[in-house]
């Protein structure tokens, strides 16, 4: 692992990065820190891929704090985009694809962008069902931030945002205790006709951390898709500049 850290909106983002090639951004949920992802980056690294995990704002070694909003999520996931170039597809798990939501928005974003992976989340969660599900011992902290609110009371902004997304994108749910539903996987669908989903059986709504080999099969998978590879390869079409030859 590589430690490193990106200067966004006002303050240090510390992440790591394992491996060459093509790249995955990944975005921990609200309460983990960047090493849930450790398992994930052992695996794609072993498959030819790149990964870089950090600490969002308010969360590990990062600056910030949570009260900053998911706008601030946003905009500190289209820095890091920005900053670490290379077209990766971003996987968001929980709040950080939230983040993603709002984040490829941008439609000149998501040109940088080879595809989204939601881990566990959906644009218009029910408020009921996650206040019941951060109620638990576990996660009563993250309940309590005003964070939580700020997220679920932006549920048409989200949809706006995830309706914008014209690139491959991929669902993981979760088998044991998820809040997500099948019909509100199938609104999901008639909003991103191009949505994949999946299931991962053996874990609960923090898939990385339940089941991280199972997680980074299915990441690698998307990431070598012929739509995925395709968009990366255009990038770097678009970006390369090919060297002069001299006289």
Not at 16 to 41: F, I, K, N, T
Not at 103 to 128: F, R, W, Y
Not at 169 to 187: C, M, N, P, Q
């Amino acid at each position: 692992m590589q430690r490193e850290t990106a200067r966004c909106n006002g303050i240090d983002i510390v992440y790591d990065g394992l491996g060459r090639g093509q790249s995955a951004l990944l975005l921990h949920a609200g309460g983990e820190r960047r090493r849930v992802w450790y398992p994930v980056m052992e695996y794609l690294d072993k498959k030819g891929l790149r990964s870089i995990a950090c600490d969002q704002r308010g969360h590990g070694d990062s600056g910030g704090t949570t009260a900053d909003g998911v706008i601030a999520f946003a905009a500190d996931t289209a820095l890091m985009v920005a900053h670490l170039r290379g077209c990766p597809v971003i996987v968001g798990a929980s709040l950080g694809g939230f983040a993603a939501m709002l984040a490829l928005a941008d439609l000149k974003l998501q040109s940088d962008v080879a595809g989204l992976i939601m881990v566990d989340v959906i644009p218009d969660p029910d408020p009921s069902r996650v206040r019941t599900y951060l109620a638990g011992e576990e996660r009563q902290a993250l309940g309590r931030s005003p964070l939580v609110s700020d997220i679920l009371d932006r549920a048409e902004q989200f949809l706006g945002a995830t309706a914008s997304l014209h690139i491959p994108v991929l669902l993981v749910r979760s088998g044991k205790g998820s809040a997500i539903t099948d019909e509100e996987v199938a609104r999901l669908s008639m909003l991103v006709p191009q949505l994949q989903t999946t299931i991962v059986e053996n874990a609960g709504h923090l898939i990385a951390r339940d089941a991280p080999t199972e997680l980074a099969e299915l990441i690698a998978e998307f990431m070598q898709s012929d739509k995925v590879r395709a968009r990366h390869i255009q990038w770097i079409g678009k970006y390369a500049h090919p060297i002069q030859a001299k006289s």
